[in-house]
Nanobody, 132 residues
Framework: VQLQASGGGLVQAGGSVRLACAAS????????IGWFRQAPGKEREGVAC????????WYLDPVKGRFTISRDNAKGTLYLQMNHLRPEDTAVYYC??????????????????????????WGQGTLVTVSS
């Protein structure tokens, strides 16, 4: 499967953006999928992920209540609705997928494997710039 992210741009603080990640070459049905971001001078971090059937999601604490991840398996597309954007949300956003890594806490560490392990498939990034 190949992933193509889109939807980035320049937005004012408090505004909204919806990112999309379209799959090609294979169905997304069997993949856990999610979003990562990398801000200038910082390491890449997991932002959100969603399970194959959408019944399990995870969010990075600073985006909880502001971002919503969703997927449309029929369309082979992942979305990230980003509301109440802040300048610190400025980053290149990447979508990623893996057929073998869950989007859920699986042990006492509280770590979600999807944001903590190498993943099979990565899309190219899309830049989101939030101006103050």
């Amino acid at each position: 499967v190949q992933l193509q992210a889109s939807g980035g741009g320049l937005v004012q603080a408090g505004g909204s953006v919806r990112l999309a990640c379209a799959a090609s070459g294979s169905t997304l049905d069997y993949y856990t999928i999610g979003w990562f971001r990398q801000a200038p001078g910082k390491e890449r971090e997991g932002v959100a992920c969603i399970s194959t059937n959408g019944d399990s999601t995870w969010y990075l604490d600073p985006v909880k209540g502001r971002f919503t991840i969703s997927r449309d398996n029929a369309k082979g597309t992942l979305y990230l609705q980003m509301n109440h954007l802040r300048p610190e949300d400025t980053a290149v956003y990447y979508c990623a997928a893996d057929a073998h890594v869950p989007c859920a806490v699986v042990d006492a560490t509280g770590i979600v494997p999807f944001v903590d392990r190498p993943l099979e498939v990565w899309g190219q990034g899309t830049l989101v710039t939030v101006s103050s």
